[in-house]
Nanobody
Framework: QVQLVESGGGLVQAGGSLRLSCAAS????????IGWFRQAPGKEREFVGC????????YYADSVKGRFTISRDNAKNTAYLQMNSLKPEDTAVYYC???????????????????WGQGTQVTVSS
């Protein structure tokens, strides 16, 4: 059972930056793909990006490509979502998720992830 805890959310002005963290309880964190998702009020949860366990390759949704960066520090059992040039439409609850996955594959849908954090609120003011 992998427990995930997000942190780093908050209120930021448009154009600003935030870095979210996703801390995992599992010592084998390095063997899990990590995905980031978000859910805005009244909308369905959507994929933001992910990072593989094997090569730390990343894959992003078009809406955040070039602005957001996902990384991981396996020694700290933590993944990160660096968000730059934030826009009001980035306002949402952000979730990290984990799945064992296969090396070389990206996982971009909710049902591919086994474990979820509780979410952290990000609010971008205009």
């Amino acid at each position: 059972q992998v427990q995930l805890v997000e942190s780093g959310g908050g209120l930021v002005q448009a154009g600003g930056s935030l870095r979210l963290s996703c801390a995992a309880s599992e010592r084998t964190f390095s063997l899990y793909h990590i995905g980031w998702f978000r859910q805005a009020p009244g909308k369905e949860r959507e994929f933001v990006g992910c990072i593989t366990w094997s090569t730390s390759s990343t894959y992003y949704a078009d809406s955040v490509k070039g602005r957001f960066t996902i990384s991981r520090d396996n020694a700290k059992n933590t993944a990160y979502l660096q968000m730059n040039s934030l826009k009001p439409e980035d306002t949402a609850v952000y979730y990290c998720a984990a799945t064992p996955g296969f090396s070389g594959f990206y996982y971009a849908t909710e049902n591919e992830y086994n474990y979820w954090g509780q979410g952290t609120q990000v609010t971008v003011s205009s």
